[in-house]
């Protein structure tokens, strides 16, 4: 019975968690009005904790389950099934985190080089101490990023990338053409 469960909720929750990355659902700044903004903290691209994102830990319990319902076909044992499951949706689980975030960085180098001096439109306006959000089009490709830069940006500001560090860019405002 708990390998159903796992199969089917973990399953079904990555189907959800697929289906609407593909059609525009996605995590990040939330503008509620106001004075007050939601937001996901920066990730460090030198994140450590493969296992804090949703999808790897979808795709563990999702083997995890399908694993446990193969050894149980195969007539093995509580333990051994459970063994079985555990190294199925572990093996799974890692390998996935690992191809996330090799892709990650490979965006990341590709898009790093090719930012600087560009334009960018403010989505979530940088205050002191916390980071804002700009997008930027490199290459007919939309992207957004973390940015610091002046306090009195508001959403919509056209500014230009003037630097990067790590995870963020550094951004002023911008009164000319787009390149």
Known sequence: MLYWICLLSGGVTLLLSL????????????????ELHLEMPPRDPDDRTLWARLRPALFAVTFFGLGGLIAEFMGLSESGRMIFATISGGSVGITVACLFRYVRRQESGTLEEELVGRSATVLVPPRPGRPGRVRVVVAGQASEVWAEGDSTLEVGTPVIVIGRDRDRVRIKRWEGGSR
């Open 19 to 34: 289906l609407g990355s593909r059609f525009g659902s996605r995590p990040g700044p939330v503008d509620a009005g106001g």
